[in-house]
């Protein structure tokens, strides 16, 4: 097996683990998502996106991007075999989880008047703010927990600790959908993050450490080395937030919580059941990538790998979202939220984009360039921002579809060139090649759809998802050898028997 083939074959591998995840989380999003849209409709739902999307910035702001710079570290200490620097390096990173957290439950507490006033022009919802201010700490502490089990490469643990805290959130915060209504969505946050919480913490506390010592002047020199690393991070991640948070309010006050619902719940199929690439590349293309930083050629060949592989997985999924999107959207949530299914047309183009454009991106976190990284998507937010405004006022649901497609079609040139300039980064013929044939499918598909009446368009969509999906095997046999793997299985098993 040549290095490039066992290269794609170790894409593969994490892409499959966790998809595979991810497949299930999804599952339970899906049953979730139903149940919520069926007891709180539009309005429900929006109200929820604000709250959670509310906390979710205050929480940007004080985790100082300790979920990405830590796992550095403790990857580092697992690394050197050494016991006492993993035991030491853990239990800081248990310290600042703690400090982080408080802080941002306190500063919400504090804020709560406020936060209520801005998210939904009253003091109405000061004590839900309040209230929910404990899932910041929780959420904090379960991603000191996740920080061990990636840093020490324990990923089936993750992967127990994700799917748990999914399968018990479901079980146990649909009751109170059903007993409060309305009311129950703040007891619910609050339970999904106690849970997720505990399942952190028990599949962590399966992983045998050393009991040490550490000084807090060690704590505090060695946790400041992570949270200046991760400050950038950190403070990208709130913009984004930020713009998303701004985005909502505008709708909010243009359109009603209602509408807000419907943005939510359209982004959400995009962002959730299209995130299996994207969850393969933040857990493994990121360390990967940093491993071959030092070497503009590896790196890019890292690159291009990744995005192609990304593109094949993805571009059969997009092309089933714009055939049955209609019906996604009466299971996933009810027909009441149908008419998003325009938005989501042009926004699931856009994915195109986002795959190519993350998969670039990766460089300046892998080259620690935080600074370059940080300018890069403050810049991206600000036009982000404008077209998300321009396309709701304009276009309404639809609008933002197509701010989607153009927002993440600019970023794509935006980190092509920067990474051009700054590492002699360049996109292999392959990568073109799979991305103008896939495109061109999906953009037919996208035709198809619009100017076909049912059920020609599910009839000649379907012949397109075809042949997508065909493209995409023969390209991925060539890269991983499907067609070999496949024989080699059904050898073994025929000689067991």
């Given at each position: 097996m040549s290095e490039k083939q066992n290269s794609y074959r170790q894409i593969m591998k994490a892409t499959s683990l966790f998809g595979g995840v991810q497949l299930f989380?999804?599952?339970?999003?899906?049953?979730?998502?139903?149940?919520?849209?069926?007891?709180?409709?539009?309005?429900?739902?929006?109200?929820?996106?604000?709250?959670?999307?509310?906390?979710?910035?205050?929480?940007?702001?004080?985790?100082?991007?300790?979920?990405?710079?830590?796992?550095?570290?403790?990857?580092?200490?697992?690394?050197?075999g050494n016991e006492s620097r993993i035991a030491v390096i853990t239990t800081i990173v248990k310290r600042w989880v703690w400090v982080t957290g408080l802080?941002?439950?306190?500063?919400?507490?504090?804020i709560a008047?406020?936060?209520?006033?801005?998210?939904?022009?009253?003091?109405?919802?000061?004590?839900?703010?309040?209230?929910?201010?404990?899932?910041?700490l929780l959420t904090q502490l379960s991603s000191g927990q996740m920080i061990i089990l990636q840093g020490m490469r324990k990923l089936q643990y993750l992967a127990k600790a994700s799917l748990t805290g999914s399968v018990l959130g479901l079980l146990l915060t649909m009751p109170l959908y059903f007993w409060l209504g309305i009311e129950g969505i703040v007891p619910a946050i609050i339970v999904t993050s106690l849970i997720t919480f505990f399942g952190a913490l028990y599949f962590s506390g399966k992983i045998k450490l050393e009991k040490v010592k550490v000084s807090k002047a060690r704590t505090v020199a060695e946790g400041k080395e992570m949270l200046t690393m991760g400050f950038m991070i950190s403070i990208s991640g709130m913009i984004a937030l930020g713009v998303s948070y701004i985005v909502q309010i505008f709708i909010s006050r243009t359109g009603g919580v209602a509408q807000v619902g419907l943005y939510n719940s359209g982004f959400s199929i995009i962002n959730t059941y299209v995130a299996m690439v994207f969850t393969a590349m933040a857990t493994d293309y990121y360390p990967r990538l940093a491993a071959n930083a030092h070497d503009n050629q590896l790196s890019r060949e890292t690159i291009n790998?990744?995005?192609?592989?990304?593109?094949?997985?993805?571009?059969?999924?997009?092309?089933?979202?714009?055939?049955?999107?209609?019906?996604?959207?009466?299971i996933l949530y009810t027909d009441k939220f149908l008419e998003i299914?325009?938005?989501?047309?042009?926004?699931?183009?856009?994915?195109?984009?986002?795959?190519?454009?993350?998969?670039?991106?990766?460089?300046?976190?892998?080259?620690?360039?935080?600074?370059l990284f940080f300018w890069n998507e403050?810049?991206?937010?600000?036009?982000?921002l404008i077209l998300n405004i321009l396309g709701y006022k304009y276009g309404g649901l639809s609008g933002l579809g197509i701010s989607f497609i153009a927002g993440y079609f600019f970023y794509l040139l935006q980190v092509f060139f920067i990474a051009k300039r700054n590492y002699e980064f360049a996109l292999n013929k392959e990568f073109y090649y799979i991305f103008c044939v896939q495109f061109f499918l999906c953009v037919v598909c996208f035709l198809i759809v619009k100017l076909l009446e049912s059920p020609w368009s599910y009839l000649m969509g379907s012949l397109m998802l075809v042949v997508s999906v065909a493209f995409s095997f023969i390209q991925l046999n060539k890269r991983i050898g499907i067609s070999g793997l496949l024989k080699g299985m059904f050898n073994k098993k025929f000689k067991k028997k």
């Open positions: 989380t999804i599952i339970i999003a899906i049953i979730r998502a139903k149940f919520i849209a069926i007891l709180l409709g539009p309005a429900g739902m929006g109200i929820a996106g604000l709250l959670n999307s509310t906390t979710g910035l205050i929480t940007s702001l004080t985790n100082f991007g300790l979920g990405t710079s830590a796992v550095k570290n403790v990857a580092a200490a697992n690394g050197s802080l941002g439950m306190i500063i919400t507490i504090v008047p406020l936060l209520s006033r801005l998210t939904f022009g009253n003091s109405d919802y000061t004590f839900s703010f309040i209230a929910i201010s404990v899932s910041l790998q990744q995005a192609e592989i990304a593109l094949l997985i993805l571009a059969p999924i997009i092309m089933v979202f714009l055939i049955f999107i209609r019906w996604v959207i009466i299914d325009e938005m989501i047309h042009w926004a699931i183009l856009g994915v195109f984009f986002k795959a190519a454009s993350w998969s670039i991106a990766f460089i300046f976190l892998a080259k620690g360039a935080s600074k403050l810049f991206a937010c600000i036009y982000l």
